[in-house]
């Protein structure tokens, strides 16, 4: 069964405190992995795409990567502004109309 | 800058009383989505529309229909509100299907009383 699979379900870290979220997903055919921050009632917003194995992009301080089984998104020095929760979705060619997300990390960020 | 809007922002109605979100684009996308978010959920594709043809979930109700008069507006009307249709509704675009990167609106909260 095509599925994405978020963990952990939530996170709290000190301010400055690094660590990773995972998404790991069991598709057939990746054809994009897409990471999404959500704050909460408002629509995700958009911050990376990564389409094959290896690949691995930045912004100010977040990094995603991906392999053949998951995606990681790691937080460097994690700020309280970086609190939200952040979801993780997959396009595959089994059905490339469908993403398939995951359920999402909440992550709180103390000051 | 080029980006979703969707109006209102918070939508009361009443259970049974047809209701109608909007959403429109500067991005000149293809296809725009809608979808339902409930709390603590992942969001779930209702339809979309590439171009002016309509693709439709097989598990959305009868309930949600869409148009879409042009290329920069789209319209979700819920014709008859039940409780359980209280939730957020995202509105997104994208260049074309598959691979290409959704862009999401700010969300419409929608309270059924």
Redesign the interface.
Known sequence: EDQVTQSPEALRLQEGESSSLNCSYTVSGL??L?W?RQDP??????LF?L?SAGEEKEKERLKATLTKKESFLHITAPKPEDSATY?C?V?HAGN????I????TSLAVNP | DAMVIQNPRYQVTQFGKPVTLSCSQTLNHNVMYWYQQKSSQAPKLLFHYYDKDFNNEADTPDNFQSRRPNTSFCFLDIRSPGLGDAAMYLCATSTRTGQETQYFGPGTRLLVL
């Open positions: 054809r994009g897409f999404y009632g408002k629509g995700p917003e958009f795409t389409y979801l979705a396009s490339n109309r469908k993403l997300w995951g359920l999402g």
